[in-house]
């Protein structure tokens, strides 16, 4: 157990499933000489040579096209996308191919792709460096998605990813990558697709209040709806919170099992805290488009008292 | 300028070096049974036998040409117009019957022909023969790839990522363009404003090719060229194989509309099967005799395929949930009355 942050996490995860695995590479912009704008595969090529951490043309698309084609030539890509909205010209080859493929040749071929990519707003950064685009993936049939938000899940859903055996998307929060530190298992650590994590027992902010839980979906698809109902079963109220835009964002769909599956369950209307439906704003406003602590309260508040 | 000369072989009446004739004859064939393939596709389409199908009629030079010149080990990577190739590597026909038939039957697995699925969307399949060659090269094995596309997907960019990758990779690639000047009702010149096609490789870095794409004989030289150079580590080739769209783009096509009928008959007049027997013929090679038994071979052969196509049984429903995932989320049957 070695103390991380977030971004070292990562790094550590590439490092123990390329050498682990002599069929998986990494490949993207920037990502073997300079080791990632965000350090996350520095010293890949190093230890590993530059066949296994490979430097690509600026091409998104081309990118994750080449993915499938190295899959079928027997590899089992890495995909990096330097930004989450730098990442949508790759968004034509994910949903015309890579979500298909398999499904496309009766199930005989494997495409175990993974795309890892830094998501998220409030980094003071310009235009296009703060989205959070998971509900185009997710959207995708055939895609798998998974969000850590500790440096321990960031080794281990990463891991579970490069090991899947189909395309699964892993976004990063940037935001934390060097903020948040936390224990990661050293060597092999993999947290399997398809769990929540109950994050936290009580809120402070309102522990005097209520008693309220915090459930980290962490995986998007395949979704762990049995823990989510159960937390709901818990406390009969439940307030989601995303940074996404708010129309079809993936908070809908959470409310829409629990309207489905939990309505007995329910003390009050599930309520979102998203972010809005406007391009993600200039970084001098930005603050005023993350779901805030505040937001966040006000709307559990709301419920409490409904 | 990257043109070189608009080659030919027929034509010009020369022969090929290194290719005898059973190598000339198994080219014949492979024509005339893709050839059989798209007529017999046509009629089926017409008797509701199959779906919307896209023709490739005179498009079979450039594909027995190109496929001829390659190794078994190599990969092809077909668009929509190029459906039937895996004919040439032994596919039945039944399986491409159900493809346009829109049956899961016509799934195959790529790795037991070494052809990728057929691309439907334009030029989103050149990214992956690029990395499949690059691939191939970083395991230190042989096989090179060859993707087809037409004069259209030049302009997509996935085209451009494809072509770019594959060269910077130096990836052992042959991007063959069946420039057949039509992209549904767009004429060529309304899709690039380059000379040819082939000056686009100069901008990869890479060799531009031109050849007749009705002669497939000089298809088949340029692609071998293609194939040596890939196997040589030098990079991928881009070859344009120049010919003229004779058919509609696919069956919901009435290229009446737009298109220069006299151009249409003059170019049907010297099809590239035609072309190819008359050669064959002045060789003494091909015969009345042998002509005719080659091309009962193709018709039986599709007469088998459809007859197998169409006793398949209606696939099971169950399979809609099939395939997508190797480990599918346990709420993919959600609302499913089944």
């Known amino acids: ?306 | 300028m990257a043109q070189v000369a608009h080659r030919s072989v027929i034509d010009e009446e020369r022969e090929l070096d290194g290719v005898g004739e059973r190598e000339l004859l198994d080219i014949y064939r492979s024509m005339v049974l893709l050839r059989t393939y798209d007529e017999r596709s046509l009629v089926y389409h017409r008797q509701g036998r199959i779906g919307t199908y896209a023709i490739f009629w005179n498009h079979e030079a450039m594909q027995a040409g190109s496929v001829h010149a390659l190794a078994d080990e190599d990969w092809i990577f077909p668009s929509y117009r190029e459906s039937a190739i895996g004919l040439l590597r032994g596919m039945p026909p039944a399986t491409v019957l159900h493809w346009w038939r829109g049956h899961p039957a016509g799934w195959w697995n790529p790795a037991d022909y070494n052809v990728a699925s057929i691309c439907v969307p334009i030029a989103t399949h050149v990214p992956h023969a690029a990395g499949l060659a690059w691939g191939k090269k970083l395991k230190g094995e042989p096989a090179c790839a060859i993707a087809y596309f037409g004069d259209g997907a030049t302009s997509e960019g996935a085209f451009h990522e494809g072509a770019n990758f594959a060269a910077v990779m130096q990836a052992p690639l042959i991007l063959f363009c069946n420039n057949n000047q039509w992209a549904i009702s767009t004429p060529l010149h309304a899709q690039t404003h380059a000379e040819t096609l082939a000056d686009k490789a100069v901008g990869y870095g890479m060799p531009g090719v031109r050849v007749d794409g009705g002669d497939v004989l000089a298809v088949y030289e340029a692609t071998r060229e293609a194939v040596d150079r890939a196997r040589a580590g030098e990079g991928p080739t881009f070859i344009e194989a120049v010919t003229y769209r004779a058919a509609p783009h696919a069956t919901a096509d009435d290229p009446r509309a737009y298109i220069d009928l006299a151009r249409v008959e003059q170019e049907k007049k010297n099809e590239c099967l035609g072309r190819y027997e008359r050669y064959l013929r002045r060789l003494g090679m091909l015969g009345d005799e042998l002509e005719a038994e080659i091309k009962a071979e193709a018709v039986e052969a599709m007469r088998r395929g459809i007859a197998e196509a169409e006793a398949e049984p209606d696939p099971d429903p169950e399979l809609v949930f099939e395939h997508a995932y190797v480990d599918p989320p346990p709420n993919l049957r959600e609302g499913w009355l089944g």
């Open chain 1, 1 to 306: 157990m070695a103390e991380r942050l977030l971004v070292e996490a990562v790094n550590d995860a590439l490092h123990v499933e390329l050498g682990r695995d002599d069929s998986v590479m990494v490949l993207g912009e920037d990502v073997g000489r300079a080791g990632g704008v965000f350090r996350a595969t520095a010293g890949l090529r190093e230890r590993f040579g530059e066949n296994r951490c490979v430097d690509t043309p600026l091409a998104e698309a081309g990118i994750l096209g080449a993915a499938v084609g190295l899959c079928m030539a027997g590899w089992r890509p890495v995909c990096e996308m330097q930004y989450d909205a730098f990442s949508y010209p790759c968004l034509d080859q994910l949903i015309t191919h890579v979500g298909r493929y398999r499904w496309r040749t009766g199930g005989a071929m494997e495409f175990p792709i993974t795309i890892r990519m830094p998501y998220g707003g409030g980094v003071r950064a310009p235009e296009l460096h703060d989205d959070s685009p998971e509900t185009y993936y997710v959207h995708t049939p055939g895609i798998k998605l998974a969000i850590p938000s500790t440096p321990a899940d960031a080794k281990g859903l990463l891991a579970a990813a490069i090991r899947d055996p189909d395309p699964v998307v892993v976004l990063e929060p940037k935001l934390i990558y060097r903020t948040e530190r936390g224990e990661v298992p050293d060597g092999e650590h993999v947290v399997p697709l398809g769990k929540a994590r109950v994050a936290r027992a009580a809120a402070d902010e309102l522990a005097a209040e209520a008693s309220c839980e915090v459930l980290d979906i962490r995986s998007l698809r395949p979704l762990d709806e049995d823990a989510l109902l159960e937390s709901a079963s818990k406390t009969g109220r439940v307030v989601i919170v995303q940074e996404a835009p708010r129309t079809v964002g993936f908070g809908a769909e959470l409310a829409a099992i629990l309207a489905e599956k939990a309505i007995l369950d329910l003390r009050g209307p599930v309520l979102r805290v998203t972010g809005f439906d406007v391009p993600y704003p200039y970084w001098k406003i930005e603050d005023a488009y993350m779901p805030s602590v505040e937001r966040v309260i006000s709307a559990a508040r709301r419920l409490l008292e409904f």
